[in-house]
């Protein structure tokens, strides 16, 4: 059985090409379109890993990190952000609220599935 990632982002022209990457490569896929939508599917699945996007309405990728940072359930699962928000104090910004690496967009399919492969267990 392969992983399963959760991609978020608000964009579903993002949400696609990530999906098409990752599915290209074997990962199974589940997205949400925002936080709230990515809080509430954790509660009922948690996938192997998560991309997350920064820039979202209502609940950015940064509160959203926290959030799964915060639940013992979630704590450990790995989360990759994805964001066109690619300057250096957004960067910390992401890696302090407890994002495992942090990948500007537009992301090369190559450094996204090598950076997947590398918060990932060998199967």
Do not use: H, W
Request: with cysteine; proline share 8%.
């Amino acid at each position: 059985m392969g992983y399963e990632v959760l991609v978020v982002d608000d964009d579903p022209m993002k949400r696609q090409l990530l999906r098409l990457i990752l599915e290209r490569a074997g990962f199974g896929v589940a997205e949400a379109a925002d936080g709230a939508e990515a809080l509430l599917s954790l509660d009922s699945k948690l996938p192997d890993l998560m991309t997350l996007d920064v820039m979202m309405p209502q609940m950015d990728g940064f509160a959203v990190c926290e959030r799964i940072r915060q639940n013992p359930k979630t704590a450990e699962l790995p989360i990759i952000m994805v964001s066109a928000r690619a300057d250096s104090s957004s960067i910390r910004e992401g890696l302090a609220a407890g994002a495992n690496r942090y990948l500007p967009q537009p992301v090369m399919p190559d450094k996204l599935l090598k950076t997947v492969n590398e918060l990932l267990p060998p199967e």
